[in-house]
Structures are given as structure tokens and as C-alpha cells.
């Protein structure tokens, strides 16, 4: 019992305490504040709850083809997503299999991508866009993505599956089974961890890109959810319901993609520490 109270550590409650008021303050800011009719968002208290609820300003979010952009965020997230999580587990198997000098140096030249700015090559990736003659397109912002997420997801993977037991290996391949056979019915089921992992964070980043999608495309046609968020704020320069209300739509994605993996999340991310 002594030892138990003796653990205690009041003044790191507090912190923890205030750092979780730091945080739901402005969610719950963002979701009263979308709920809240536009003539008493300027009268009432910002941290009160609406008298008069009302879903008002969703409805003015889905008139501005906010569907349209939905889906476009949704086929690039899902198209880049599912690519690079392909290339960098093929890669991933490679290098940790493959212990020659051409794995490592393949190894560390997807370690060196890591350390490469996307603003510091943009102007690159622009021209080669527009010689590729996929300028304005979905295609734009897809490619680029996966070549950006590949060296994060590789290096997740490479942790991961060199805590597998090698013996696994040796005994599939005692039995007669080739290199595909052994990635899909072996490394890929228990590499799920990883992979849910590796999914979720280049969606995260895919999903609320901003650059790309500005730099590589122009028309309304091809806008994502970011650029579309940018243009409800100009289009509702006065409406901030409507503006925070687009926000709400566009995170309801992530969150449920965390909720689905949030217990292979923590086993990912730290695989491979302890050697």
C-alpha cells in the first residue's frame, strides 16, 4: 500500500491532465461550433452549447460538392496507400532476406529518401509532371505520394520482419516453398501489424497532403479534401460553421481507419527497438 502511494506523481497528473484539455478543447470547439446556426455563432459564448442545434451548415458543406472532393481524396488515399504498401513489403522482404551488399545498399538509399524535403523538390517533381503530360490529374498527386511514402514504410517493414523468427523461413523453404509463397503465407499474415501500421500513417499523410494537390493540379474537378477546405474558407469567409463543419467530414475518415487499427498500431511502430 506504501509503495503504491509512493508511486504517485501529482505534478505529473496535472500536466497530463492539462495536456488532455489542450487537446479535446479544440475538437470540442470545432464539432459545437459546426452545430451552431451562423446568426448565433457571433452572440453566443465559443465554448457554450448551441441552444438551437442544427445540421444547417453539413448541408450547405454537401451543396458545395463536397462529395466530389470526398471521393477524389478517397481514390488517391486508397490508390497510394494500397501501392506503396505492395512495393515497400516486396522491398522490405528483400532487404531483410537478401543479405548481400546490393540489399544493404538498397536499404540505405531508401533511408537516404527519408531525409528528402518534398518542398525542397517540388519544383522537380513539377516539371516532370508536365513532361509526363499528367498535369491536372489525380495521377499527379498519387505518384508523387507513393514515391514519398515508400522510404518510412520500408524502413516500419524492414524493423518488423527481422523479428521474425528465421526458423519460419527455413522450414517453408525446407518444404519446397518458393520466395512468393513464403511473403504471402507467411510474411504477410504476420506482418500485419506493420502493414496496418505503415496503411494508417502514409493515409494520414496522403489524406491531408496540401502540396502536391496545390502544385499538381488546377481544375475543380481534380480538388482534394484539403484544397477544398482551403476553398470553403475563402467561399465562407463568414460562415465559420460551414468552414469547421468540412473539417468534421474530412477527419471522420482517419478516425475510423484508427479505431479499426489502433491495437496493431503500437506493436508496428515499435518493432525492431528491442535490438
Known amino acids: ?39 448565433e455563432y457571433y452572440s453566443a459564448n465559443p465554448l457554450s452549447l448551441p441552444h438551437s442545434p442544427t445540421l444547417q451548415a453539413y448541408r450547405e458543406v454537401f451543396a458545395a460538392d463536397f462529395s466530389h472532393y470526398f471521393l477524389n481524396s478517397l481514390f488517391v488515399t486508397l490508390t497510394t496507400v494500397a501501392v506503396t504498401v505492395f512495393l515497400s513489403l516486396l522491398t522490405a522482404y528483400v532487404v531483410v532476406r537478401n543479405r548481400g551488399l546490393f540489399s544493404r545498399r538498397l536499404f540505405d538509399v531508401f533511408l537516404l529518401g527519408i531525409a528528402i524535403p518534398i518542398q525542397g523538390v517540388i519544383i522537380p517533381v513539377y516539371y516532370l509532371i508536365v513532361q509526363l503530360g499528367l498535369y491536372d490529374t489525380l495521377r499527379a498527386i498519387i505518384l508523387p505520394g507513393i514515391a514519398f511514402a515508400i522510404p518510412i514504410s520500408v524502413l516500419i517493414l524492414v524493423n518488423f520482419l527481422r523479428d521474425l523468427p528465421n526458423e519460419l523461413f527455413e522450414s517453408m523453404h525446407m518444404d519446397g516453398a518458393s520466395d512468393w509463397t513464403i511473403l504471402w503465407r507467411l510474411v504477410a499474415p504476420l506482418s500485419k501489424p506493420a502493414i496496418v501500421t505503415v496503411a494508417i500513417y502514409d ?22 479534401l484539403p484544397l477544398s477546405l482551403w476553398s470553403f474558407q475563402g467561399s465562407f469567409s463568414v460562415n465559420i460553421p460551414a468552414v469547421l463543419a468540412a473539417v468534421v467530414l474530412s477527419v471522420l ?13 503500437v506493436s508496428g511502430l515499435t518493432a525492431g527497438f528491442s535490438k
Not at 496545390?214 to 481534380?222: E, F, H, R
Open 203 to 224: 493515409a494520414l499523410n496522403v489524406w491531408n497532403g496540401f502540396l502536391f494537390p496545390l502544385i499538381l493540379t488546377q481544375s475543380a474537378s481534380k480538388r482534394v
Open 1 to 39: 500500500m506504501r509503495s503504491h502511494v509512493a508511486n504517485r506523481n501529482p505534478i505529473g497528473g496535472l500536466f497530463g491532465w492539462l495536456w488532455l484539455v489542450l487537446v479535446i478543447l479544440p475538437i470540442y470547439y470545432i464539432v459545437v461550433t459546426s452545430l451552431r446556426p451562423r446568426a
Open 253 to 265: 475518415p482517419l478516425l475510423a481507419a484508427y479505431m479499426v487499427g489502433r491495437r496493431q498500431l
